[in-house]
DNA sequence: CGTCGACCTGGATG
DNA sequence: GCATCCAGGTCGA
């Protein structure tokens, strides 16, 4: 395993931010490096100085990396640009300093990840899809002291009995994975892919025709995966914060589908381009407050 | 259209 | 201990 290193300018990135927070899964700490599989690549990285060693496993690690943390964006100017919109999201940026927008490598890790999101929490989250993983998916490697797999296929996933996924903790999930695996087999080979070229509408539209993908499941999908930086998933996380410090008036109204399009329609016109960055500041925001006092 | 309950599970709360 | 609630929702009635 070759390391190579890379430039990090301060303030650039914050590893553990990005990846602690919900917007991938399947990052630890270990030894004082950080290691995350993206689909079926091992990526180890030492967050220390402006020179960041990384190296991978089944990729090459500066490409991976750039990828993965979209390290083509300057974040500097996306902040200008979220508060110059906006100056409510100074304190935001202000608060995540190196937060960035991550970009998975699969688009079809990315929906299946977000499948297991539902009415859950982060920690069993991570621990359904690390489960999922050691059941269904191929050994990439042995690092750190544990075993490293890759995201199952559709292939596999389409296999899979129910009974065997809910004895590894999915609950009602289960079914829902092996029906969309088996209704993306039906489709054309690389349709979930090819959602990155429709408009954004069209993109969301078609996602939701798989069972189990509501609005912000597929916004998950189109954000993070799909690079789609229109959408803007509305969880609990978004809707709570929208309501008490963006949008008063939403307040004693509930999220049904008018009030989903409301905020999606409101940061379209307030943010553009932007939009998904300026979700991601307030989702985290609101994130790390509910986890400090347990709300 | 908006509201309601069911759906798995495990940790937190009372 | 035991009931209840809730966590990055979705679906059908």
């Known amino acids: 395993m ?11 990135v914050n590893l553990p931010l990005c990846v602690r927070t919900g917007q991938v899964f399947r990052w630890y700490e270990i030894q004082g490096l950080w290691a995350g599989m993206a689909n079926d690549a091992l990526l180890i990285v030492n967050p220390e100085g402006n020179r960041w060693s990384l190296s991978a496993v089944g990729g090459e690690p500066i490409p991976l990396f750039t990828h993965l943390f979209r390290m ?18 100074e ?44 059941r269904y998916g191929t050994p ?14 559709v292939e596999r996933l389409a296999q899979a009995e129910e009974a065997d996924l809910r004895a590894l903790g999915f609950g009602y999930r289960a079914r829902t994975l092996i029906e969309v695996a088996r209704a993306l087999q039906a489709r054309e080979p690389n349709w979930l892919e090819s959602l990155a070229e429709l408009p954004y509408w069209d993109a969301k539209q078609a996602l939701m025709t798989l069972p189990g993908v509501g609005a912000k499941v597929a916004d998950c999908v189109l954000l993070f995966g799909l690079n789609h930086n229109l959408a803007v998933p509305v969880d609990t996380h978004m809707w709570q914060a ?5 949008l008063p008036e939403l307040r004693g109204k509930s999220l049904t589908e008018r009030t989903y399009r409301q905020i999606v329609d409101w940061f379209h016109e307030r943010f553009g381009e932007w939009t998904g960055w300026a979700h991601q500041y307030l989702f985290t925001a609101h994130l790390l407050e509910s986890q400090r006092k347990g709300e």
Do not use: Y
């Open 2 to 12: 070759k390391t190579v290193r890379l430039s990090v300018p301060a303030g650039e």
């Open 72 to 89: 083509e964006v300057d974040l500097k100017s996306v902040q200008v640009q979220l508060i110059r919109r906006d100056s409510r999201w």
């Open 91 to 134: 304190q935001w940026v202000r608060a995540l300093p190196g937060l960035r927008l991550m970009r998975w490598t699969s688009a079809t890790e990315c929906l299946f990840s977000f499948l297991c999101t539902p009415a859950n929490n982060l920690p069993r989250i991570t621990g359904m899809i690390e489960r999922l993983c050691e």
């Open 140 to 153: 990439i490697a042995e690092w750190g002291g544990r075993q490293w797999h890759a995201f199952p296929t």
């Open 242 to 246: 929208m309501q008490k410090w963006v």
